[in-house]
């Protein structure tokens, strides 16, 4: 029904993208993003549940509340976070200065941040990156914007699908400081789809539940996280269908940003079954992607099962540990709760691999679910030993 | 009132331990230890939260349903859980041996165990390995035995105070797989005091509340978490007296388990006041501890204050950003939510020393409570990247 296509937050007809180098804190790349829509849109977003919320947080929320959107707005460097009144103003001083780039209203404008907490945005320099981005949009922008608001991503997050006529791409973010828990660091996605805002709204908290909230990096959830959704109404399609299509898009945006987690070199990804309900089957999988013991020991291509039984064990759910039974790829580890014989060498080479996945039957009801996340590495510790230097 | 004293789990009279080399995973050293007491105690005990326990946690919880202990044996380098059925009959046989050893009932003898996940212990070596460690029993043997449960540790554990007639000393071990939630990986406290067992029992809860309870070196709550005192009751105090002292053993012994946490440099003590609760506050404190982004911060003496701020975000507990207030050592960073201008240089000399402290004053209350942890090393990495090999 729906099928891969190139591109990413400007594959849908209607969308363009631009970006700027605003020197905000790196040099001699684009930091600055603007993506917008040729008419309004329906527009949906959650954001992070951090009880310290960042300024543009704060902000798209406000302007979300109407259910409407022409504009994103994205700068990366500094998250505008711990920065009080002031990063307030900022932070709708940067939905003016999109608004008028765009001519729309400013309450129609989504700002995002992603950087260094508890520092002020250098404003002059912001605005004019805006103006300059707003010269550069364009339907071929969405892989420059993917670009411009990377921090310590290694590589831009993109994804697009279509079906039933209609195309839904996005692009996303997210490094270090990544267990959301509503939506993912940064993630916008865009269609041409008509959907209305109740229905938008509803499918955008049900996608992000089952896509970058099973995703953990490090277990910090970010001041700034966002997800946000804009359909430009132009093709009629069933809700459910829609919610398909944005399923596919984000689980392949979710699987992008836990393998480029921050010093990662593998993909872990967990698969829960036997569950006593899907809920429970998300928490257990994304415990053991969360854990730093099993993500060391992904690392060091130990296949210490005992650790992914303790992360389990952590998970608040419904759990016998005499029923649990595990696979490390085809291989078969644990059954009944206890180790089964398993050749040790070709563990190792299944945790070498680029994507490492455990399966685990919890041997309880019927409820399943899938987790992401990546290894522990020396990197993930030198990045975030020196992330401001 | 209370002093500190030196010695640790036979630093009160009537109390005798014993290690003995049973070769369980480690070579060249002890593994197996005997704390025995010349009389029945009054003992309690609080254990891991995790669903999954091992099978010492079950078999020690059944024998201090009685509020009577005789004797504990403990053993390093295998956990003894994921082992089914067999592994609970092997944690008796440990109970049995003991008994026998020591002449009481089996019900009297607190089993636990430390170590890989998902292994058989070698029964025949680990019940003449108490046996041998009974000949060696000793008023001298506490430290014997503190090394004898050591995994990763690089040093024994101990801590003993004196007061009001009164002794009380006690040995814990602990270095990953350490965000207890009732109880520490493993502690043993024992005293000459005359507590009813019922007061014994609320008092070690409270005490755990504040002490092991608070340290965190990577996030997971072992299957194995055991905390026991043992009281002779020798001596009569008033159990309000009592409870200063053991808090005092307790915390000691948190501080150097957060201070040996796998691969940490340095101790990270994080105190918060102005809390709506005392609980909001210890909560606060640990999710700070936990952090891995602090936690690198702190290895890389990287004065990255919106961390913090994040943590506190994502702990659960009341809090206003605008109000929040932080000092480095001595040198304030933020208040009122904001940075304040400060000494990079001096923050970052703060940061390299052996203790590193955090005071943060959340504004809003009375609370008050202290976390202990330790920074995120390469080292951890390393150690957790080949932990069975």
Redesign the interface.
């Known amino acids: 029904m729906w099928s891969a296509c190139g591109g990413g937050v400007t594959a849908a007809p209607g969308f363009r993208a631009g970006a700027a180098a605003a020197g905000i804190r790196y040099q001699g790349r684009d930091d600055v993003a603007l993506v917008v829509a040729e008419r309004t849109c329906a527009a949906a977003g959650v954001f992070t549940t951090?009880?310290?919320?960042a300024a543009p947080v704060i902000v798209s929320r406000e302007h979300l509340a109407g259910g409407v959107a022409r504009a994103c707005v994205i700068n990366a460097g500094c998250?505008n976070?711990?920065?009080?009144a002031a990063g307030l103003d900022d932070a709708r001083a940067m939905a003016r200065e999109a608004a008028l780039a765009v001519d729309c209203p400013p309450e129609q404008v989504v700002v995002a941040s992603t950087g260094?907490?508890?520092?002020r945005l250098p404003m002059d320099r912001v605005a004019e990156g805006i103006r300059a981005a707003a010269a550069r949009l364009s339907p071929a922008g969405g892989e420059a914007a993917a670009r411009a608001i990377m921090t310590t991503d290694t590589r831009p997050k993109q994804a697009a699908v279509r079906g039933h006529g209609v195309t839904i791409g996005g692009m996303a973010k997210g490094v270090?400081?990544i267990h959301p828990n509503m939506a993912t660091m940064l993630a916008f996605v865009t269609s041409d789809a008509a959907v209305a805002a109740a229905d938008l709204r509803a499918v955008v908290r049900r996608v992000a539940e089952r896509t970058f909230n099973c995703v953990s990096v490090?277990?910090?959830?970010?001041?700034n996280d966002t997800f946000v959704v804009l359909c430009s109404g132009e093709r009629p399609i069933a809700p459910e269908a829609f919610e398909a299509g944005l399923l596919a898009v984000c689980t392949d945006l979710a699987r992008q940003l836990a393998a480029d987690g921050e010093g990662a070199t593998r993909l872990l990804e967990v698969a829960v079954r036997g569950a006593a309900s899907d809920e429970d089957a998300r928490r257990a999988a994304r415990a053991v992607v969360?854990?730093?013991?099993v993500k060391?020991?992904v690392?060091?291509?130990?296949a210490?099962?005992?650790?992914i039984?303790?992360?389990?064990?952590?998970?608040g759910v419904a759990?016998d540990?005499?029923r649990v039974a595990l696979r490390i790829g085809p291989l078969q580890v644990?059954a009944?709760?206890?180790?089964v014989p398993f050749d040790e060498a070709e563990a190792s080479r299944l945790l070498g691999a680029d994507v490492v996945r455990f399966d685990i039957d919890l041997g309880l009801g019927g409820g399943s679910g899938t987790a992401w996340g990546c290894d522990?590495?020396?990197d993930?510790?030198?990045?975030?030993?020196?992330?401001?230097?």
Chains 1, 2 share one sequence.
């Not at 951090?50 to 919320?53: A, F, L, M, P, W």
């Not at 993930?380 to 230097?389: A, D, E, P, Q, T």
């Open positions: 951090n009880r310290v919320q998250a976070c711990g920065t009080g260094v907490i508890g520092s270090g400081m490090d277990g910090d959830q970010s001041t969360a854990s730093n013991l060391a020991a690392f060091g291509r130990d210490n099962w005992g650790r039984l303790c992360a389990l064990g952590n998970a759990i540990p005499g644990a009944g709760g206890v180790q522990l590495t020396y993930y510790v030198k990045i975030n030993g020196s992330y401001r230097s």
